[in-house]
């Protein structure tokens, strides 16, 4: 069974940068997906970033554009997200979850979530 255990998030000032880690145990569908997700309070959750598993192809919203970098080391078993020039409106709850979609470029993709990460970006 797939199991997703985030770390890294915590509080930046505004133009800070942070990390995000998803450890993934368990048997992985390469044909999958994994991707990183995001929920403030009163928003829906949304899509931060998304790859597949077996070619590595990327999918990044306008939202988060090239400020952050979703990246996937299969020997660690472990998806990143790298985030920088963080603004306040990036302070989140943050979950990644794993699906059978091609980038999990929506949350409806996903079947498996992690149990989320807080990320608070304040001055």
């Known amino acids: 069974q797939v199991q997703l255990v985030e770390s890294g998030g915590g509080s930046v000032q505004p133009g800070g940068s942070l990390r995000l880690s998803c450890a993934v145990s368990?048997?992985?569908?390469?044909?999958?997906?994994l991707g990183w997700f995001r929920q403030a309070p009163g928003k829906e959750r949304e899509t931060v970033a998304g790859?597949?598993?077996?070619?590595?192809?990327?999918y990044s919203p306008d939202s988060t554009g090239n400020r952050f970098t979703i990246s996937y080391d299969n020997a660690k078993g472990t998806l990143y997200l790298q985030m920088r020039s963080l603004r306040p409106d990036d302070t989140a709850m943050y979950y990644c979850?794993?699906?059978?979609?091609?980038?999990?470029?929506?949350?409806?993709?996903?079947?498996?979530w992690g149990q989320g990460i807080q990320v608070t970006v304040s001055s």
């Open positions: 979850g794993a699906g059978l979609a091609t980038y999990c470029s929506a949350p409806k993709y996903v079947h498996l």
């Open positions: 368990g048997p992985i569908n390469r044909r999958g997906c």
């Open positions: 790859l597949h598993i077996g070619n590595g192809d990327k």
